[in-house]
């Protein structure tokens, strides 16, 4: 089941890539910007970096547009990079989540953890720990002894409220 999960793990990411490839190809083609397509790559590649991220290609790229004298190409580079910002943020928790069968939140936490813990290769570990974990959770049966744990707990402290 580790394995399903990983390489499902492997296939979100995936996902993401093409996604992000698609939409910086799309964007940079729509403001006329020389090598779309392997400024488009850099992009996605660089997109899985959080501290670079889409910043570190669509900056110079709005920066290279104002120097040419494109003014309608620099908007449209500082609009494409927020909109594609936007999008990425709703919908990678989503695609994680399917795909690491997590709830869009948890894969949200684990991928916040992971960066806080290991920096840039936690946007990658967090959510495979998340899973790692989970996994051995439900193997050893965990899982159903904690919320056992926590209803005789809740119970507790309901009827002393009451």
Same mark, same amino acid.
């Given at each position: 089941r580790l394995f399903s999960t990983l390489f499902r793990t492997i296939g979100g990411y995936f996902l993401l890539l093409v996604i992000t490839y698609l939409l910086a190809l799309v964007s940079l083609v729509?403001?006329?910007?020389?090598?779309?397509?392997?400024?488009?790559?850099?992009?996605?590649?660089?997109?899985?970096?959080?501290v670079l991220g889409l910043s570190a290609t669509f900056i110079p790229v709005a920066l290279y547009m104002a120097v040419t004298g494109n003014v309608v190409g620099t908007v449209g580079a500082v609009v494409a990079l927020v909109a594609m910002t936007v999008i990425r943020r709703f919908i990678e928790p989503t695609i994680l989540g399917s795909a690491l069968?997590?709830?869009?939140?948890? %894969?949200? &936490?684990?991928? $916040?953890v992971g960066i806080a813990l290991f920096g840039l290769t936690g946007f990658l570990l967090g959510p495979v720990l998340m899973v790692i974990i989970t996994e051995t959770l439900a193997q050893f049966q965990f899982?159903?002894?904690?919320? %056992?744990? &926590?209803?005789? $707990?809740?119970d507790q402290v309901s009827v002393t409220k009451e």
């Open positions: 729509a403001i006329d910007m020389p090598y779309a397509v392997v400024l488009a790559l850099v992009a996605a590649v660089l997109d899985f970096l959080p069968r997590m709830h869009p939140m948890a %894969t949200l &936490f684990s991928i $916040l899982d159903r002894k904690l919320r %056992t744990w &926590f209803g005789r $707990l809740l």
